[in-house]
């Protein structure tokens, strides 16, 4: 079988990352978020503390909404000053998910993973959204948390994916043209968002009822 991947960009508290473990655990497939800097870590010799310092980072700074470092694919030579740059620091990450997409079928959420492999031939890019609101509600029970804290951090988190995305890769988070599938996840619950996914991969990999996934 060829292996695949699904790419998940998803608004602050729309369920992306619940809708990628379902996905992950119906095709028996590894999900990938933050355990990319680990392996870029590994991949680079650059210390993994340094691929999360940079990520803290960048939430606090207007780097990503007065500049661009859109990614082409080169790496940063050890012996050069940006050797640890945060361009550099993502180029790591985007050689990490190609390598894996070589070797296996994963789920990705983040990491602008829907541009770095858009050039492969199974990939699906799933773009997880749902109104401000329903987003609040659910930041306010899954943290136990208040409307006001709620309302702080889905609006930052939502402020730094977009600005991370546009940096990295030029285009705008929230384009439809960039994705496959669109959801708004006020409208399905989490599992049949996932069914819905399933559904237009199963399709796009020629998958039949009863087939080995």
């Excluded at 082409?72 to 050069?80: A, F, Q, V, W």
Aim: proline content about 3%.
């Amino acid at each position: 079988m060829d292996h695949f991947v699904i790419t998940i960009t998803r608004r602050c508290g729309s369920g992306g990352m619940s809708i990628g473990r379902l996905l992950a655990e119906h095709y028996g497939v590894p999900v990938y978020d933050n355990k990319i800097l680990t392996l870029a870590s590994d991949d680079s010799g650059i210390s993994e503390q340094l691929f999360a310092d940079a990520d803290e980072s960048m939430k606090q700074s207007l780097l990503y909404k007065v500049s661009r470092g859109v990614y082409k694919g080169e790496l940063i030579p050890p012996e050069s000053d940006d050797f640890t740059s945060n361009r550099n620091l993502f180029a790591y990450q985007a050689k990490v998910m190609k390598e894996l997409a070589k070797k296996e079928s994963y789920v990705v959420i983040g990491r602008a993973a829907d541009y770095v492999l858009r050039d492969l031939p199974n990939l699906v890019r799933v773009y997880i959204h749902a109104p401000r609101e329903i987003c609040i509600e659910r930041e306010m029970k899954r943290q136990a948390i208040t409307r006001k804290e709620a309302e702080s951090f889905v609006d930052r988190m939502d402020a730094y994916r977009q600005s991370y995305y546009t940096y990295h890769t030029g285009r705008a988070w929230n384009d439809a043209n960039n994705y496959d599938i669109c959801l708004d996840t006020s409208r399905y619950t989490y599992p049949e968002a996932a069914k819905l996914i399933q559904a237009f991969l199963d399709a796009h990999m020629g998958f039949q009822p009863g087939q080995d996934k």
